[in-house]
């Protein structure tokens, strides 16, 4: 589980003035050799018509064209090498600049390379979506190929993150959370599975929202991978509210047996 060292002691309003940048990027061809369709007239990300109804606002819009700036942070952990921003024209959606995570052989185990993430102003409801890619010598753990993003509500309430489940390929995007209502528990697609392999860009969509009240067993965990819907559960029970922080904090169980990496194209959040 992440230590939570990595909060700023600000976390709740830290990213209040987050600027929200306007992108000029026209579709290119991804990868996968497609066009990539998920640029809106405004330049930012197409939404899902379930969350588009919602009206939420956005909170970050992340291009990573450095580590720390636009009110995100950074943390060396266990890796021996730092992230850091690489050139890669195939990523599909703000291209050239990307997250370069660093998985080396001297990793701990269950313990993160790095971290990267941002203050939320404690809210009950949040969007988030973002392009990621393994390497193409990724090497998975039995518990599955990694950990990617994680959101915090307050400490002591357990964790929500988004992980690469599967102890090989094909792998596919589970939703786990650990707090009393149901101890540590997996959330599997429920809908539709899709297959995620190394060394191609996958877009990751994932929505939460609390329950209305405490107790009323009405919150909604959901989540798309390439724009089709994978999980769709809308009966989920929270822990005290709200959201304070979503971070990337990438976990690997066993270390690799060589160098590889996790790349992160753009990084799009919305809240109330």
Not at 213 to 227: E, F, K, L
Not at 261 to 267: G, L, V, W
Request: hydrophobic content about 40%; glycine content about 6%.
């Amino acid at each position: 589980m992440l230590n939570r060292s990595a909060m700023p002691a600000t976390v709740g309003v830290l990213a209040l003035g987050t600027a929200i940048m306007v992108l000029t990027y026209q579709p290119g061809v991804t990868s996968r050799g497609a066009q990539d369709n998920t640029i809106a007239a405004t330049g930012q990300p197409t939404l899902p018509e379930s969350v588009a109804a919602r009206n939420l606002v956005p909170f970050t819009d992340q291009p990573w064209d450095r580590l720390i700036g636009n009110a995100w942070n950074y943390l060396k952990r266990s890796s021996s090498k730092d992230a850091n921003i690489v050139v890669d024209a195939t990523a599909p959606f703000s291209p050239p600049n990307v997250l370069r995570i660093a998985f080396t052989p001297d990793l701990e185990n269950d313990r993160q390379p790095t971290v990267h993430w941002i203050g939320l102003p404690f809210v009950r409801e949040v969007y988030t979506t973002w392009w990621i890619k393994l390497s193409p010598n990724w090497t998975p753990s039995p518990a599955g190929a990694a950990k990617m993003t994680f959101l915090w509500p307050p400490q002591g309430n357990g964790v929500l993150y988004s992980a690469i489940g599967g102890a090989s390929p094909p792998h596919h995007i589970v939703i786990v959370t650990t707090w009393d209502a149901y101890g540590y528990k997996f959330w599997e697609p429920n809908v539709a599975a899709s297959d995620f392999y190394y060394d191609r860009w996958y877009r990751i969509q994932w929505y939460v929202k609390w329950e209305s009240t405490a107790g009323a067993g009405d919150g909604i965990i959901r989540w798309w991978v390439d724009d089709t819907l994978n999980g769709d559960y809308r009966d989920v029970r929270f822990p005290a509210c709200c959201l304070l922080q979503f971070e990337f904090a990438p976990t690997l169980q066993d270390p690799p047996p060589a160098d590889q990496y996790m790349y992160i194209d753009h990084t799009w959040i919305a809240t109330p």
